[in-house]
């Protein structure tokens, strides 16, 4: 037996002790080290359950905005607002605007000469000129001219290229690639007040070749070449790429409208967006648009008369006997407003929702609007929006009143053009390169038909409405390559449309 006086023993007692101790501790750290174990297995399964929770939450949200991205931001009827949380559209600028920027080098090259190019048509038609003028003089190495603009169409609008664009910008955006001047040099002027220049019109939808082959060798010999008509005149396809690109540049970057039409357009976008999302109906319905297609249905007896002894009164419209029924039926008619309501009905867009007319004055005024106006109540245009004061200064200034609507078309939720024109193909591109913004394009053809049957009893609404969504679920604006028609260029997709080699 162990006694405490013998050292020996002592020492073992100690260590039998310790040993003891050792073993409490350890079945002590063990429970603690199980029940950590338990705590993380639990804490593990927890963090799984809410990732797989996250996941499928975002999965729903997706789905839902996949949904509704079809027609645009609640739009449709049976989204629960048309409210849009302030911060999503800041107040102080537009998505089209873009900031300023250091001006670029300038680009030094031996100039081959002088271009002038008076531009023809309205707004867009001019605006698309400008773009292919631009590409066409940087490429001869020559100088060019601030363009002229039309003031002898149809709109006798009196506007300047600096009335509508800002024309420092224009120069010293673009002086990296060329120069430009406002008016010739006093020695080159002289020459051509004296008749010393060659003037011209370029063959339309020319290559690039066509300009160094033709129109470069008149440069260098007369020094000062006049191109007097601008539209189409140069190809949608099979240009290099930097001179696709460039002509993106001029449209998208270089020409930007007067800070008196910017601010004024954004005050418009302003005004609208304070009411919840807002769809641009592009109605060409206006007078001339219809004398000169020959477009009458629905039109009464004297109203076919006028429309079509305004269309002899123009000898610049060329084509004069024009069967109504035929072109319509071909989807080559802009749509009536009657026609306008039906199709928005039945493409499914909330009756509450703001439609900002981006037009003229509509033929047959508030009588010939008055199916649309009932279907959907909030119709405005910038004249019920503004003062009249506000608008002064763009009275009779047809091409600046043109500005501010394509200013709105473009900050729009939706764009819809009844008719593919000039304006309603600039701003589809133009809108497919702020991010492929909405725009439903209107297959007018199909539309006719159904609008027909629908109305002669063949179709019920159902049916009606199912026909119009699946004629147009391809046709939202959604990123696709150009239809190419060399034989045909003027029936293959335009360039400014559908800019896609700028937009990859």
Not at 103 to 114: C, E, W
Not at 251 to 256: D, E, I, S, Y
Not at 324 to 335: A, E, I, N, V, Y
Not at 486 to 499: G, I, M
């Amino acid at each position: 037996m162990c006694k405490p006086e013998h050292c020996d023993c002592n020492r073992t007692c100690k260590e039998d002790a310790e040993r003891m101790e050792m073993g409490v501790k350890y079945l002590r750290e063990g429970k603690v080290e199980k029940s950590k174990l338990v705590v993380s297995r639990t804490r593990l399964k927890l963090w799984v359950i809410r990732g797989i929770t996250t996941v499928l939450l975002w999965i729903c949200v997706f789905q839902l905005v996949a949904l509704g991205e079809m027609w645009g931001p609640r739009l449709m009827k049976g989204w629960p607002s048309c409210s849009s949380p302030p911060d999503i559209f800041p107040t102080d600028q537009l998505s089209s605007i873009l900031p300023k920027v250091p001006p670029p080098p300038k680009r030094f090259y031996k100039n081959n000469g002088y271009l002038m190019v008076s531009c023809n048509g309205g707004l867009n038609q001019m605006r698309a000129a400008i773009c292919d003028m631009v590409t066409i003089a940087r490429y001869l190495n020559v100088t060019l001219i601030v363009p002229e603009l039309d003031k002898t169409s149809f709109w006798a609008d009196p506007s300047e290229f600096q009335d509508i664009f800002d024309v420092e910008h224009f120069i010293t955006s673009l002086r990296d690639e060329i120069r430009i001047l406002k008016e010739l040099p006093p020695r080159v002027k002289k020459r051509v007040e004296l008749g010393n220049f060659y003037s011209l019109p370029p063959v339309s939808w020319s290559n690039i070749s066509y300009y160094h082959n033709e129109i470069l060798p008149l440069v260098k010999k007369y020094k000062v070449v006049h191109l007097n008509k601008t539209d189409a005149r140069l190809a949608n396809n099979g240009l290099p790429l930097e001179i696709q690109k460039l002509r993106c540049r001029v449209n998208f970057r270089a020409l930007k409208f007067t800070l008196q039409i910017e601010e004024l357009g954004k005050k418009i976008v302003n005004i609208l967006r304070r009411n919840g999302p807002f769809l641009v109906l592009h109605l060409r319905y206006e007078m001339d648009m219809l004398a000169f297609s020959g477009c009458v249905h629905g039109c009464k007896d004297e109203e076919v008369e006028e429309l079509t002894r305004m269309r002899y009164a123009y000898p610049w419209w060329k084509e004069k006997v024009i069967d109504s029924d035929t072109k319509r039926k071909q989807g080559f008619c802009p749509l009536t407003p009657e026609e306008v309501a039906l199709t928005l009905e039945a493409l499914g867009i909330d009756g509450n929702v703001q439609i900002y007319i981006a037009a003229g004055e509509i033929y047959g005024g508030e009588k010939r609007m008055a199916s649309l106006a009932t279907a959907f109540p909030n119709l405005v245009r910038k004249e019920t929006l503004l003062e009249p004061s506000e608008l002064q200064l763009f009275q009779n200034h047809s091409s600046q009143m043109a500005a501010l609507d394509y200013l709105v078309s473009l900050e729009s939720d939706i764009f819809v053009p009844t008719y593919d024109g000039n304006m309603a193909k600039v701003v589809e591109g133009h809108r497919r390169f702020l991010g492929f913004k909405k725009t439903i394009l209107l297959d007018r053809q199909s539309l006719v038909d159904l609008i027909d049957q629908y109305s002669n009893g063949t179709l019920s609404w159902d049916e009606f409405s199912s026909f119009v969504k699946k004629a147009h679920i391809d046709r939202l604006g959604s990123p696709k390559r150009r239809a190419v028609n060399p034989e045909r260029p003027k029936e293959e997709d335009y360039f400014y449309a559908n800019p896609y080699e700028c937009l990859q």
